[in-house]
Every structure is written in C-alpha cells, then in structure tokens.
C-alpha cells in the first residue's frame, strides 16, 4: 500500500450472497479502479486475484475467506470476498466478525435467492450493518425496481435505493447517484443524468431524504423546516442510520462492465462506518472490560482465520485496539505464551506486502505464530486480553476415514488437526461407538475439499466411507443371571462366581454398579474386581457391539474359593455374568434422534414433508415467514446422514437446515433384527 492510514481512514467491508452473484467480480472492479490490477481478471478465465486456490480455480468458484485491501479516495478499503455456497458457512462468519458493514450481493436478474436470505440472517444475528449492491444489471431480464420490491417483501428493514440505473434501448449504461444526481457511466468523469429520467431522480430522491432525515434529530427538525437536505446533510443522515443499522443503503451496477462501481466505492467510503467500535473483552484475572478501538490504547489482536500449507502457518489477524509493530513480543492467552512476530504483512489475495505496523481497525497478516489458532487473542503479557469468537454452526455431513497405508496412517491425526484449525466449521472425533475417525463438515463438497486439501498438502490419502451410526445398547426390564469361572490346569487354579441382577435406568443416566452381599459370599476386594471385569465390556454390548447405556448392574451373591479365587477370576466372572444377564433383560438398540430446523420457500414444503415421513421424521412445527416455510421436526440420524445433499436435490438448493442431537430412543425390531444380523455376520468373518 502507498502509505498507512488512521482508523478513521479504514473501511472493512465482507461481501456475502448466493452462489454466482458476483462478489468476486466486485472485488476485480474495485482493484482495477484503485490501479492494483491493469486488467479486469475474470472467474471462467481463473487470473482474478481473489480466487487464486487451485481448488478454486478448476472449480470456478469462491471457496475461501480473501482480504483484499485497495486504496480510494484517501481512504484504505479491506474488502473480504467470501464463498456464496453455503457449505463455507464458516469462511462467511469469519469475515462477519471482523467487518463493520456487509454488503449483500444480488444478481438484478435473480434477485432474492437462497444464499441472500442465509446471509442476511448471519449479518442480522450478529448486528451488522447491511447495504445492498444489486450487481448484473446489464443482463436483459435484470430488474432494479423489482430486486427492491422482492427485498422489501423479504426482509423487514428500510431498503433506501442510493442510485438509479440508466437504461437507453434495455441497454445499462451506468448509474445516477440519487444524492450528488450525477451519472456515471464507465471510467467517464460523471455527468449530468438523461433529461428522460427527471421524474423518476425527484421520486426517488425524495425518499432518500425522507430516510436520510431519520438518521439525525437535528436532520429531521431542518427537514420539517425546509423540507430539503444539503447533499453533505443527506451523507450524514445516511451514515448514522447505516451505523445503527436503521436503513439498508442499496446500490447497483454491473461489476465485470465496471459500471457503477467507482460511485459505489465513493460511498464506502464516505457513509460507512469506520472501525472505532466498542467490542467486548475478558482482561486478565477474568474483569470484562469494552475495548474501543483506540490507536493509542493497549494492544489486542485476534486471528479470525489461519491457513495450514506445506510451507508454514498464515494467521488472519484482526486489530481491535492500539499500535501492532511488527518488531513485537504478545502474549496469547489461551495457550499462556508468548508468540514472537516474524513480521507483519498486508495479504492480497496470494500476495503479501510487507509493512511494519497496523492501528487499531486494520486487517493484516502473520506467519508462523507457533501457539495461535483461530479465535485466539494476543495483547501485552500484563493485561492479556481474551475476545469472543463468533458463532460457528454444528457440522451436518461426515465421512469415515481410513488410511490407506500405514505411512498414512501417521499422517492421519497431524493432518486433520491442521486442516480443522483452519476452518472451525471442520471438526474431527474418533467414535468409541463404532471405533471410527470422523471428518465432519457442512456438506459434502466441503468434506471432499477438506480431504483433496489434506492430500496436496500434507500427502495424506485416504478412503472415505458413510459412517456407521453410533448407536447404544440397554435393556427394559429386570433380568439375573449367574456365572461361574473354573480354571484348574496345574498349580494355582482360579475360581470365582457370581450372581448379577440388571436393571434399566432413565435415558442419559449412564452406568451404575452395585454390591447387595452380606455374610461374606464374596469377600469385599473382589467386589471392585467384578465392577472391572464390567467395565471391559460396557463399550461392546452383547447384541452388536455398541456400547452400553442407562443400565444398573447389581451383584446380589456368589461364592469364592479360599485359596484358587483372586482378582482375574472375578473380573471374568463378572464380565460374563453381567453378558448372560443383560440377555435375560430384554435388551434392546438404541438409536441417535436428531433436531431439525429446515427452512425452505414455500413451493417445496409439500416435497419436503412427505420425504421426511418415509425417514422416519416426526414434525413438531410449521411456520411461515416471509415466504419461507421453516419445518421442525425430529428425526434418526440414520435417516439424515446425507440430508444436505438429499434436500438441496428436492429444492433445487434453496433449502437450508440445521441439526443437533436430541437423544436415543428404541430402534424399531424390524430394523434392530437387520442390524444384529449384520453384526455376528461381521464378528464371525473377523
């Protein structure tokens, strides 16, 4: 960059909307306009700066958070390119968090899609201001008049159209600023608008004062006065109302013409907000305490996003407050150490342009922090600092992994720590239950990312396979039974015996174990003996091999020998009596029951209902909301494992759902016979 700037100089802004509305394109024309780039890169021809991914590349689609600062009008403009797909949720929350305004991207011939609606929703939740910058505008059918009526039925907020398209013959030629009524077409210095659009500049002019006026007391006084605004007093209006998220500014133009897009940067940075804001911190010894993004305040930072490669660590760093020099020891409070910077760097795209400083506002980058990881906060050592990470949503698509080598099979868990330390919509369990290592993500094309990424990376290959379903054994009703174990082959023999009673308990209550001898029938240190013996096989029940769960084992009389009984007898006998018992207690499978929340337009609800009744489901409400239908319903996981794919197939990817476990329930016998069967089936061919 040309030079540093202050805090009042900075503009963060991230790009969100659905998939192919041209947030990548924005970012080109902005670059171009700046003079960063002397030609505008295009998505099909893989050369823009913002998509330089490999994956991204051959996919033509956006697939990672990318900061892209540019330079305007005196002031510096990170913009954050996030993907549209909503399987990179997480990429879109990171760059939410540490941007002070979103723009939503529209194509003007789609208008309000799936992805628009996600994304207000995450800017919404998390108190974002929201402008609107309807792109594509030089397609035949695109509509600006009809994008701000589909809005306004949508969403509940006051849209304020900044500009007007011109249009000669359906041709789009550039855009009128509604508060300076000047056009602008191309890269040409603006002029004066077509004499054929007047009437419509004074409509629409009108109302943008009206919604300017709101922004300020003294505003809405001078205009009850006057009935008028200076264009200065209609900017200020309209940047204290964008601020407090009172009105939704919306702009339009067409990004790989470059046609609107230098007015639209005009207003970025004179009516959004700049990062001086008040954010929330926990200081050492546990005080909160407001952080209010002053340069000369104590220094904190956090890293929003980290990027894992064969050649070291990149950490996203945001400055919430103070000075960061690049010549600096931190403190990272999570992992109570200090992290010595190798210098500070400005990212863009692929590049890094080194600098030696960034003020509070600022967005830059690190390499090599050993201890940081996404979320973490570094600040001076004698007040550290912790900053609250946003959000990020339960994962709804896994896969099983198995390596393919034992080579791989090293690899395996540095590899998946590393790549879910990048993206924290990632995780990675290994699952006692069915003693499988899980991936687990948002939808499947993000898992298949994940997996390419840890093989061109870090050389791990591996097969991916549906999960098994991690289900548990019990009982439902009282059973006993006995056990005795002989062993005489010369020497000490071993003996012990014993009588179990199982019993069922309530769901979730686990394991319990009890002793009801009296008399000595079995000698008090071998009770601890048969509560092992027990334990070795809670975690592979008797039915299929699952593991145990809500059971009472109680151990109600035996015998011992004087001298062949110790500690081994009893941990058999009572491994196997408790087996011999639960058979006698009518043991049954229990399955994991899943919360759905699915939000789809309302065209789909009639599909999207009767596929979930042949999966089992049970629905609990239906509501509607501004032509959505949200369902929630309740169904097993062996149902939903592949739902993200299965449900954007019946809405043509319009629909959306979360899921999070409810609890365990019966599976029904017919289904529960099938997967004993197929249980010894395996045991026996083992």
């Given at each position: 960059m040309a030079g540093s700037y202050t805090t009042d100089k900075i503009r963060n802004i991230v790009l969100l909307g659905h998939s192919g509305c041209g947030k990548t394109s924005l970012v080109e024309a902005m670059l171009f306009n700046t003079g960063a780039v002397n030609r505008l890169g295009k998505i099909e021809d893989g050369n823009t700066v913002s998509d330089y991914d490999e994956e991204e590349i051959s996919r033509k689609m956006s697939l990672n958070l990318s900061v892209i600062p540019c330079e305007w009008d005196g002031h510096k403009i990170n913009v954050l390119d996030t993907p549209g797909y909503t399987d990179f949720q997480g990429e879109m929350l990171s760059g939410i968090h540490v941007a002070e305004a979103v723009v939503l991207v529209l194509d003007g011939s789609a208008g309000v899609e799936v992805g628009t609606q996600l994304s207000w929703q995450m800017a919404a939740e998390n108190h974002k201001p929201i402008a609107v910058f309807v792109n594509k505008m030089n397609r035949e059918n695109a509509s600006y008049r009809k994008v701000i009526d589909q809005l306004r039925q949508t969403f509940d907020a006051k849209f304020v159209p900044m500009q007007l398209p011109i249009r000669t013959n359906d041709k789009f030629e550039g855009v009128?600023?509604?508060?300076?009524?000047?056009?602008?077409?191309?890269?040409?210095?603006?002029?004066?608008?077509?004499?054929?659009?007047?009437?419509?500049?004074?409509?629409?002019?009108?109302?943008?004062?009206?919604?300017?006026?709101?922004?300020?007391?003294?505003?809405?006084?001078?205009?009850?006065?006057?009935?008028?605004?200076?264009?200065?007093?209609?900017?200020?209006?309209?940047?204290?109302?964008?601020?407090?998220?009172?009105?939704?500014?919306?702009?339009?133009?067409?990004?790989?013409?470059?046609?609107?897009?230098?007015?639209?940067?005009?207003?970025?940075?004179?009516?959004?907000?700049?990062?001086?804001?008040e954010i929330k911190a926990t200081a050492k010894g546990g005080a909160p305490e407001t952080l209010t993004g002053n340069p000369d305040g104590p220094v904190a930072v956090q890293a929003f996003k980290t990027v894992n490669d064969q050649y070291?660590?990149?950490?996203?760093?945001?400055?919430?407050?103070?000075?960061?020099?690049?010549?600096?020891?931190?403190?990272?409070?999570?992992?109570?150490?200090?992290?010595r910077l190798a210098g500070l760097s400005l990212l863009r795209g692929k590049d890094q342009i080194d600098i030696t400083e960034a003020v509070a506002g600022d967005i830059v980058s690190a390499l090599k922090l050993n201890a940081t990881l996404t979320g973490d906060t570094l600040s001076e050592k004698a007040k550290a600092y912790t900053i609250p990470m946003i959000v990020y949503p339960s994962p709804l698509y896994a896969v099983a992994l198995v390596p393919e080598s034992q080579s791989d099979a090293a690899k395996l868990g540095p590899s998946l720590t590393r790549i879910t330390e990048e993206d924290l919509t990632l995780k990675h369990r290994y699952e006692t239950a069915t003693r499988q290592t899980l991936l687990e993500g948002m939808g499947e094309t993000h898992i298949n990312i994940a997996v390419k990424r840890m093989k061109n990376r870090f050389g791990l290959n591996v097969e991916t396979s549906i999960p098994k379903v991690p289900m548990r054994?019990?009982?439902?009703?009282?059973?006993?039974?006995?056990?005795?174990?002989?062993?005489?082959?010369?020497?000490?023999?071993?003996?012990?015996?014993?009588?179990?009673?199982?019993?069922?308990?309530?769901?979730?209550?686990?394991?319990?174990?009890?002793?009801?001898?009296?008399?000595?029938?079995?000698?008090?240190?071998f009770l601890p003996s048969i509560e092992k013996g027990i334990k070795q096989v809670l975690d592979q029940g008797p039915i299929a091999g699952y593991p145990v769960a809500d059971v009472r084992a109680v151990v109600f009389d035996g015998k011992e020998h004087p001298v062949d009984s110790k500690d081994i007898a009893?941990?058999?006998?009572?491994?196997?009596?408790?087996?011999?018992?639960?058979?006698?207690?009518?043991?049954?499978?229990?399955?994991?029951?899943?919360?759905?929340?699915?939000?789809?337009?309302?065209?789909?609800?009639?599909?999207?209902?009767?596929?979930?009744?042949?999966?089992?489901?049970?629905?609990?409400?239906?509501?509607?909301?501004?032509?959505?239908?949200?369902?929630?319903?309740?169904?097993?996981?062996?149902?939903?494992?592949?739902?993200?794919?299965?449900?954007?197939?019946?809405?043509?990817?319009?629909?959306?759902?979360?899921?999070?476990?409810?609890?365990?329930?019966?599976?029904?016998?017919?289904?529960?016979?099938?997967?004993?069967?197929?249980?010894?089936?395996?045991?026996?061919?083992?």
């Open positions: 009128v600023d509604l508060i300076t009524q000047k056009a602008y077409t191309g890269a040409s210095k603006p002029g004066d608008p077509p004499a054929g659009m007047a009437d419509e500049i004074e409509e629409f002019r009108m109302e943008l004062i009206e919604f300017a006026a709101e922004g300020e007391d003294a505003l809405m006084e001078k205009y009850f006065e006057e009935e008028t605004l200076s264009p200065e007093e209609i900017g200020q209006g309209l940047k204290a109302g964008l601020a407090r998220g009172g009105v939704v500014p919306v702009f339009c133009g067409s990004a790989t013409e470059n046609v609107g897009v230098r007015d639209f940067m005009n207003s970025i940075s004179h009516i959004f907000p700049a990062p001086a804001v070291g660590k990149v950490s996203y760093l945001r400055v919430w407050s103070g000075t960061f020099k690049a010549d600096v020891r931190l403190f990272n409070s999570r992992a109570e150490q200090e992290e054994e019990t009982v439902t009703k009282v059973g006993s039974d006995m056990y005795r174990h002989k062993k005489q082959s010369g020497g000490a023999g071993q003996f012990g015996e014993v009588h179990m009673r199982v019993e069922p308990l309530e769901r979730g209550a686990g394991f319990e174990y009890k002793s009801e001898i009296f008399g000595g029938a079995i000698s008090q240190p009893f941990q058999i006998a009572g491994r196997e009596a408790f087996k011999k018992a639960m058979m006698q207690a009518g043991p049954v499978l229990l399955e994991p029951i899943m919360n759905l929340t699915i939000t789809i337009p309302e065209e789909y609800t009639g599909d999207v209902t009767g596929d979930l009744s042949t999966r089992r489901g049970r629905m609990s409400g239906m509501e509607q909301v501004r032509g959505n239908t949200v369902i929630t319903a309740q169904a097993p996981l062996a149902e939903v494992q592949r739902y993200s794919t299965d449900l954007r197939s019946l809405t043509q990817g319009r629909g959306i759902y979360t899921m999070e476990l409810s609890h365990y329930e019966n599976v029904p016998s017919h289904i529960a016979s099938e997967i004993i069967a197929q249980a010894q089936k395996e045991k026996e061919e083992e």
